[in-house]
């Protein structure tokens, strides 16, 4: 038997039918910031983990260009409304910071889902998400990197073999349903 | 005759005299931002082009430090209102992102104009606004980037020459209108 | 007499004995943002310079990658609501911008008072903010800058003995007024 | 005929068999730097324009800062060493800079090759490159965007057929190549 | 009589024939190079000002990412070779690194002049540099901010009306010495 | 007892009378660089890890500014020379890279050693390194982060708190060795 071009892509769509809820949830989040001059990469590192240990949904750090050419760091935190306290007392407590501006902001998320496939390197997982008239599969970092590790190839090799095996898992998945 | 230092500074506030409208208008827009960590800088740019394409009045990329030591892009996209729906249609669409964050927010914008003006390389368009007691003259980048192409000579001294025509050919018009 | 190690970390907390008051304060700020890729970044920080003049109480900068492959710059302005129409003002006059976006927003600040110490290298001020639990003592930078280049020494050298006369004096202040 | 895994990367390892001779290449080319402080993003994007339009292999920028609170912005130019005189040339000419550095340095290629495939899509190129033990299929991205935008569908489905599309026939080369 | 188009860009190229001897300069200067994660942006530029006043020529910072998720800064430093050891000196006083990179590079120069020229706001200095087949005329920044603060109107009018005094200038002094 | 302002600076500079010996190593290092726009940030990440395992000195990325409006990663490793063609060989199997530019390179380091105090919060290393004329205490990163995480208390004041007793236990030893 010859190399067949997959339909893959075409047969995806069929995956949609299955969910029939809108895929799009709304949530109001918090956004923390502030601008800091005289902390430490270190420091700053150090209080992105203990943010994301005690709730944050995301944390990210920006180069900023401030007065007296010092080149500082902007901290932003995204987390949920009623970890905004916790957060809020992290940050005076970590950083050197003397205010934090914050406001509340709306999120649109995709419905999405977790599941394990197989593949010629092992096991790992995946997201699913469901988008506009399409569903796109996402490899789980960790997993992809603990099998590229252990197997000692390239990490985009099995990123590549992760996601393979979550598309076709997916298009099974369609093909039973729609029977 | 010999070299005569322009007064055009001076003449120029002249102008104001002819717009008695308030020159700032308010409006609200809508501004889009999600961050990404597993998209390619290619697959960013192409986002990019698509936002602006759909109505998207700015889009904008920052290099932001994330969680794990990964570099990510936080993309930032201003559009109307009536075009946040289908701005966010695209970055489900084109991005790999599972959220997100919106919010409407206030802008003020100066009254300008756009106007073509003749210079020693060719034609070229200036926009022209009214700012707070005086007016600025900013010539159109890509007029003058096809002036330099087909000169072959620098940028920059031809955006000298068109900014210098939109000046005199500002100056010209108050001095008419205001005879 | 030998050296001792210093017990100053758990003292330091008596301190706050002293600060029955809440330690935090509520207020609303303005946030002006403007991104331009028509300036050059001498402009910038003459325009940084101005606002920080009329009022702001931070400005900062942010490397943006913008349509067109130009690398732009986004400014950001946080001032007081009473200052919001003169930062605005400025802005309009030394930027190209013809629009600036802006928003009212919540700010927490830490109670801080700022008093001067005496070190082996002579007078300093610090700036002493209660947090949740404990305080922090922060040397002014620009007295450090000074002792550091009439000492010609490192100006860690200058901090460090600054910060350590704060946290003596914050410590004899607390002893006293507990007793 | 239900759904198989692929077995491609295995397979894929025996196209190596088909390249005998080195796959990685030696090259002196010139790096040009220079940082400037008084030039708009606009003119930047031109510049680069300009670079790549005479023979730059690849040029970028890079946000620093400088003295006196300036954002400025450092330009690197990568050129074959024939090419670096006209480099220089457009350097002096199209940006406000006073001096260039330059250096001669070593750089590494890989072997590589381009192929068209046929997609779902439609035509596309990839740019095959031969690497320790294994080869790498990349996608053009100027064809995919292409693509993309005429059928109206994201990019990255695009890619990701492609790049199944190359690997495929990769694959069948080998075979041919190797019985 | 009314406003005429300046010929001036024309005209300019004239000056030229004034200078004689070779526009560029080469010149091998040091570069050093270190990376911190463990300094305040305030000491940060506190040593970039120590490095400028012991005779860099140059000092910039850049945003890297680190190991461990940390945002630190390269700092660069360009000086003349009789430079390098106190510019090391200053960097191992002044920050906390253990290491620095250096290199003699070569660097190619534009001559240059400084001269006066006096416009309707008072006297500023102009920079003349001599490219290939033209002059470009920079107006310093230090003379054109201090007009600028004391008659309390925006730095770009100040530099336009600089650089045309400069122009108009230079001109002169061709048309002169052409004669 | 009452608070006495610590002498310790002082003191602290008679410890470089115990070391004779130069407190500068010169070593030859090689330097790698690739930029790329085609990879996540998530293998990028994942490559500096890969780096840092197999021998590298330090590795860190660079947002750049690349053609097409992409903002793209410049890499850049720090390896000693016998750990080159590692890190080539890793460089071309996790990036996308199709070229890396490669050079030698001076470092000049500080003398430097390691060492073990005690504090009221446990144990943790510092690095002492010479300097030319004083000595400066480094607290190791992750020492104090694990004292901070386990005792629930700043990281900042575990970090005073080890450098403390680092420059105590400096000056007892500078005293018994002087005697």
Redesign the interface.
Known sequence: M??Q???K??ELDKVLSIRKEPYLNNET?A?LET???????????????EL?KHGAL?????????????????LTV?CPCDRQAIC??VL???T?T??????L??????F?EICEV???YGKARV?I?W??G?C?V?PE?EDC?NL?RSHNI????V???VK??GE?SL??RSLTENT
């Open positions: 010859g190399w071009e997959q339909k892509s075409l989040i956004v601008q800091v001059d005289d902390m430490t990469a270190q420091a700053i590192a150090y209080t992105m983990e994301l995301d944390v990210y750090t920006q180069a900023i260009g401030m007065k007296k050419s010092r080149s500082g760091i902007l995204i809020e007392q005076f407590r970590e050197t003397l205010g934090i501006r914050y406001r902001q709306e999120r649109k998320t995709l999405r197989e593949t010629e997201k998400a988008r506009d399409f796109t996402q970092y990197a590229a390239p990490l985009i090799r990123q590549d073999a393979s095996a076709i298009q099974s």
